[in-house]
């Protein structure tokens, strides 16, 4: 027989020249050799800067940075070229499209691959991809540089439809696709949302297993689930360069542990981040309707108006000129967001098509995949709402494998955006092409819309009775903008104009939504009654969806979040402050950035190392050091930390100027008393009033170490840096008798070792945070060196497991089209 496989594959190619033309279309400022602003990426380059400039200097992998928080593993920013070659198959995914084309195009083609999986129709499954791509919390993520938590989710729906296919029986097809998408999940390195992809398989676990009890086929399922297990052990083999360190690490982080001060610890001890931090970012009950209405709450903490808004008039009726006031609407940021989060750069929209199609599907669809996904969906949105429902969420932080790791409650709805779509296409699916009864498929119809008509008139147009469109920030907003208005009174009623805004807002989505409802409607409508093909029903419909996403997405990632790569470079250019420092050539001192929080920047990090930085992972003591000392500038702890210098606002012109700090101690240097303290809280407490200069302060479990001495110093005495390198420092000691060595380095045990002239020596956490020696009298060479064994043995690991994956994947495949070609199964 003549193989005629090939031609199967045109409407494949069709739909990824549909989805990248689409990603384009969104992102068209690319094809102007323009670059999106991503302030998160900002951030990074901070955080990888000192690091990338090691390895393109060195040829050696960074394995320690000083640029941030006093200096912490750069696990968590850069190691250097990755050795797990996915790499090359993660880029190859996408098609090697630009930044951010690229990661649109793969989240939509991965819905493709799920609805394809379901068996949907050609159209529909391009709509799954396109609604999957374009919802909001996808394009927020992209505008705000969360990469690897995008392009994560893009493999969210591809190890669904490997399971989905696994448990159909499809075992070879079926294991291969979860092994790779899985792989390829685990490799984009964001572990919330692989998390979430397990919940989600849970949730199928469970049906699939009812399903299987129900048809007796108890044997197949029993397969497919060690298939499956087998396929997710291994896909997580290739990324051991980061699973091993990071095992580690974590331990001695936020994320991994509780710190040792006695006034942190709490009843419910958890053994991850703190409560409070992590439940943050959590999701308000009400909020959640914004999946439909995507002002509900107003949007975004920085929303632009035009001059037909209640603001403008106000500002003109206060006497704020009309150019002026113009200007100040449709170029400034009004926070017309009034929920919850501390702040939030949009709304988490899926869709008034997908959520009408969703709630459709609850009534028509009859596959057992319905409930997981029901599930699924509600799992999702419970966990966005953290402590807005204590009860249970605080119970699941404490109780619940791992959860405690992470933060912001809000990127549950992940769960809800991929399974709520999942659904949305089923039902669409059984609508058209299902074989139900007319009667019935119209009834529900109208059923499902009047569901979905009476949430948009109870929410939009039932608003002003529901909500008062006040918020926590309403207070901070009438202080500000008291003192430029001319008083309170002024900033009241420009407060009462903002209310008035928000209102008209949420009015304005519920006609829009309504429109749009309609316009999906109409075409489903006609086709169930045999007036129209069911082909042009189906492409109306999408384009219906993308339509809706699409413009609603562009307010989070407009043509003005583009930019000239040249201006992009600015971000990355000195300031006055910077170069005046950077005149300075001694390779290592801190600094001190105070013209922002230092605690939550890394754009300083790009020139110097800093006192400051932004991660979510920092290390515990260093936590502790910021919220009881650094924060409130503790000069001794500055200058204990080697804090040369401060960048300071001018007081005349508020621009960055540098001043040196002239009671910085150095790189190291001999004590002359040592005062123990019983434990960590005393040890901390310590610093509060103490002169590093002189006086050592250790917690007393660190004795053995060194039993035995007496301190001594003189002024002969000396500590000298001979080599900075982030992976070892060198310095040379002289003191005429045994004496304690501080060094202004950060205590981090996990790797760091020391040779006094070639002999290892026990390293001392000395002043809460840095490292300490006892140091034999006369001259001695001092090294340090950073050998966290965890991470070359991963390394080794992820070379060789990640070759091993690819081979059988291609195998995997290779062997399944020449099967599907015969019509042989496996």
């Known amino acids: 027989m003549k193989p005629v496989w090939y031609k199967s594959l045109i409407p494949h190619l069709l739909a990824v020249l549909i989805f990248v033309a689409l990603a384009f279309t969104f992102c068209s400022p690319v094809l102007e050799g323009k670059s999106l602003f991503q302030s998160d990426m900002m951030h990074f380059k901070g955080m990888q800067k000192e690091a990338l400039d ?53 989240l939509m083609i991965g819905m493709y691959v799920l609805c394809c999986v379901l068996r949907c129709q050609y159209w529909i499954r ?15 993520s992209i505008d705000a540089g969360h990469i690897t938590k995008v392009m994560a ?24 696709l979860t092994l790779l998408s899985a792989a390829l999940l685990i490799y984009n390195n964001h572990p919330q949302i692989t998390y979430y992809t397990f919940i989600i398989a849970i949730c199928f676990f469970v049906a699939a297993l009812i399903n299987a009890y129900k048809t007796k086929e108890l044997k197949r399922f029993a397969i497919a689930s060690v298939l499956l297990a087998a396929a997710g052990a291994l896909a997580a083999v290739p990324a051991m360069d980061n699973l091993l360190v990071m095992k580690e690490y974590t331990p001695y982080t936020i994320r991994g542990s509780q710190s040792e001060l006695t006034h942190k610890k709490t009843a419910n001890v958890s053994s991850g981040l703190d409560i409070n931090y992590a439940f943050q970012w959590s999701y308000g009950k009400g909020e959640t309707f914004t999946m439909l209405l995507p002002h509900l709450v107003g949007g975004s903490t920085g929303e632009k108006l035009s001059a037909s808004s209640h603001v403008y008039k106000e500002l003109v009726a206060i006497g704020v000129p009309q150019a002026q006031a113009e200007n100040a609407v449709t170029n400034g940021r009004w926070p017309l967001y009034w929920a919850g989060l501390p702040f939030t750069s949009g709304p988490v929209y899926i869709g008034v098509v997908i959520c009408f199609l969703f709630i459709l599907g609850l009534f028509i669809v009859d596959s057992w995949h319905k409930w997981w996904l029901l599930a699924a969906t509600l799992t999702g949105i419970v966990l966005s709402w953290g402590y807005n429902l204590p009860g249970l969420n605080n119970f699941l932080f404490y109780h619940l494998p791992f959860y405690n790791k992470f933060r912001t409650p809000t990127m549950a709805l992940v769960i809800p955006q991929l399974t709520m779509v999942t659904l949305a296409v089923m039902a669409l699916q059984t609508l058209i092409y299902g074989e139900k009864d007319k009667t019935f498929l119209t009834q529900h119809l109208k059923i499902a819309a009047y569901v979905t008509v009476g949430l948009i008139a109870l929410l939009a147009f039932g608003g002003g009775v529901l909500f008062r469109f006040s918020g926590p920030g309403d207070t901070a907003f009438v202080n500000r903008y008291a003192q430029m208005l001319g008083g309170e009174i002024n900033a009241a009623r420009l407060l009462g104009a903002l209310r008035q805004d928000r209102a008209s807002a949420l009015m304005q989505d519920g006609v829009r939504a309504l429109f749009f409802l309609v316009l999906a409607i109409m075409p489903v409508w006609f086709a169930l009654k045999g007036k129209l093909n069911t082909t042009y029903a189906l492409v109306i419909i999408t384009l219906v969806t993308v339509i809706d996403l699409f413009s609603i997405g562009k307010q989070y990632m407009s043509e003005d979040h583009f930019t000239e790569d040249q201006q992009l470079s600015n971000y990355t250019s000195p300031s006055a402050a910077d170069q005046q420092i950077l005149q300075d050539k001694d390779p290592y001192y801190r600094v001190l950035n105070l013209t922002t929080n230092p605690f939550l920047d890394a754009n300083t990090s790009y020139f110097h190392k800093s006192i400051g930085g932004q991660s979510p992972a920092k290390l515990w003591i260093y936590e502790d050091l910021i919220e009881r000392q650094l924060s409130r500038n503790n000069i001794a702890v500055l200058n204990m930390l080697n804090t040369r210098y401060f960048i300071v606002p001018d007081n005349q012109t508020g621009q960055p100027v540098a001043q040196r700090n002239p009671g910085a101690l150095g790189n190291a240097w001999f004590v002359k008393a040592i005062q123990w303290a019983p434990d960590a809280e005393s040890e901390m407490n310590a610093l509060d009033h103490f002169n590093p200069a002189d006086t050592a302060v250790i917690d007393q479990r660190f004795k053995p170490q060194v039993a035995g001495l007496t301190p001594y110093a003189d002024s002969a005495s000396k500590i000298t840096l001979t080599k900075y390198s982030l992976n070892d420092l060198a310095f040379k000691s002289e003191n005429v008798r045994e004496g304690l060595g501080v060094f202004s380095d950060i205590y981090y045990p ?25 140091i034999p009298a006369g001259e001695h060479e001092i090294i340090f060196k950073f050998e966290p064994k965890a991470f070359w043995i991963g390394r080794r690991i992820s070379s060789v497991a990640s070759v091993g994956i690819m081979v059988l994947v291609v195998a995997g495949f290779a062997l399944s089209i020449y099967l599907s070609i015969y019509r042989k199964e496996l």
């Open 153 to 176: 989710m893009a493999y969210m729906a591809p190890v669904l439809a490997g399971i989905v296919l696994t448990y159909r029986g499809k075992y070879l097809i079926g294991g291969t």
């Open 126 to 140: 391009i709509l799954g991809g396109a609604a999957y791509g374009l919802a909001t919390f996808t394009i927020t």
């Open 54 to 106: 090691y390895y393109e200097k060195t040829g050696d992998l960074p394995l320690w940075s000083n640029s941030m928080f006093g200096g912490m593993p750069t696990y968590v920013f850069y190691t250097g070229p990755n050795a797990n070659y996915l790499g090359a198959l993660n880029k190859a995914m996408a098609l090697f499209l630009p930044n951010p084309v690229n990661m649109f195009y793969l």
């Open 750 to 774: 996990a790797g760091w070792k020391a040779y006094i002239d070639g002999k290892e020596t026990p390293i001392i956490r000395v002043n809460y945070a840095l490292r300490g020696l006892k």
